[in-house]
């Protein structure tokens, strides 16, 4: 069955340092989707990044980058140079590839709360 | 502008009523979903449709029902069955088919049952 673990309730960095943020996933289908989503305390849903199972190279996306780990089932979230802006709630999130083509089925890990302290 | 619109942005309900929360979305996704999200817990899927006049159901679907008669409109019912209903209720869409979609969300329902 499908499933989304990320282990850090909470963590802290410091301004202009790099983090990461772990997320663990669990599936028996070989094409998958892996996304990263961003939740300020206004509450809305802000998509970050995307890994997909059969991509060789990890995904960037300006201070974003994905460590996937296939053989782990990890992709960890990596934000470099840590801005204050970056204190929010953190998910990742996973839609399996299914056998007819892409399910819509897109479950959510527990969530990561970063705080950037100055 | 395009995207999902849920209102109202706080609800507060009785105990034993059942009660509606809308979401429109004017992106032409096919893909809809509901969300709850309690702390500590993330987001729970409760239900999902993929397309018109069809949906299925997610993790935590026990006391709640939806509905999907306009691709635009995917409304959910939290009725009196549902045991703890007070939460954070999000609503999203998506194109269906590529792994690579990614969700669009909209900003929430805080449900409070009193």
């Known amino acids: 069955a499908q499933k989304i673990t990320q282990t850090q309730p909470g963590m802290f960095v410091q301004e202009k340092e790099a983090v990461t943020l772990d997320c663990t996933y669990d599936?028996?289908?070989?094409?998958?989707?892996l996304f990263w989503y961003k939740q300020p305390s206004s509450g809305e849903m802000i998509f970050l990044i995307y890994?997909?199972?059969?991509?060789?190279q990890n995904a960037t996306e300006g201070r974003y980058s994905l460590n996937f780990q296939k053989a782990r089932k990890s992709a960890n979230l990596v934000i470099s140079a840590s801005q204050l802006g970056d204190s929010a709630m953190y998910f990742c999130a996973m839609r399996e590839g299914g056998y007819g083509g892409a399910t819509n089925k897109l479950i959510f890990g527990t969530g990561t709360l970063l705080a950037v302290q100055p | 502008d395009g995207g999902i619109t849920q209102s109202p942005k706080y609800l507060f309900r009785k105990e034993g009523q059942n009660v509606t929360l809308s979401c429109e979305q004017n992106l032409n996704h096919d893909a809809m979903y509901w969300y709850r999200q309690d702390p500590g817990q993330g987001l729970r899927l409760i239900y999902y449709s993929q397309i018109v006049n069809d949906f299925q159901k997610g993790d935590i679907a026990e006391g709640y029902s939806v509905s999907r008669e306009k691709k635009e409109s995917f409304p959910l019912t939290v009725t009196s069955a549902q045991k703890n209903p007070t939460a954070f209720y999000l609503c999203?869409?998506?194109?269906?088919?590529?792994?690579?979609?990614?969700?669009?969300f909209g900003q929430g329902t805080r449900l409070t049952v009193v």
């Open positions: 890994q997909g199972s059969y991509d060789q």
């Open positions: 599936t028996s289908d070989p094409s998958y989707g």
């Open positions: 999203a869409s998506s194109r269906p088919g590529n792994l690579n979609t990614e969700a669009f």
